[in-house]
């Protein structure tokens, strides 16, 4: 059993940044592919960003491609997501998830542990 923990939300203006990080009780990361997602009341939980085990490879959904980016830390215990140029769209809660394998797609279904979420919302 992995349990996430995700910290950095909080209210900001738009035009602001953030940053979330996501960690497992200090236990290591490595072993997993990570996401980021985000849910608002009354829609499903949609991906934003991913990035492989290694951090070689990441995966941007769309709408978030140049604003956001996922990184990990060298130790890999922690994994980020660096949130610039935030919009008042963007008011969701934040999960941190891991999967058990790389997924083929970034879904929800793909992923094997979640977070309990954290709130970021964006101010017009």
């Known amino acids: 059993q992995v349990e996430l923990v995700e910290f950095g939300g909080g209210l900001v203006q738009a035009g602001g940044s953030l940053r979330l990080s996501c960690t497992a009780s200090?236990?290591?990361?490595?072993?997993?592919?990570m996401g980021w997602f985000r849910q608002v009341p009354g829609k499903e939980r949609e991906f934003v960003a991913g990035?492989?085990?290694?951090?070689?490879?990441?995966y941007y959904v769309d709408f978030v491609k140049g604003r956001f980016t996922i990184s990990r830390d060298n130790a890999k215990i922690a994994v980020y997501l660096e949130m610039n140029n935030l919009k008042p769209e963007d008011t969701a809660v934040y999960y941190c998830a891991a999967a058990y394998i790389q997924p083929r797609r970034w879904d929800r279904y793909a992923m094997a542990y979640w977070g309990k979420g954290t709130l970021v919302t964006v101010s017009s």
């Open positions: 200090g236990r290591t990361l490595s072993n997993y592919p």
């Open positions: 990035m492989d085990r290694s951090g070689g490879d990441t």
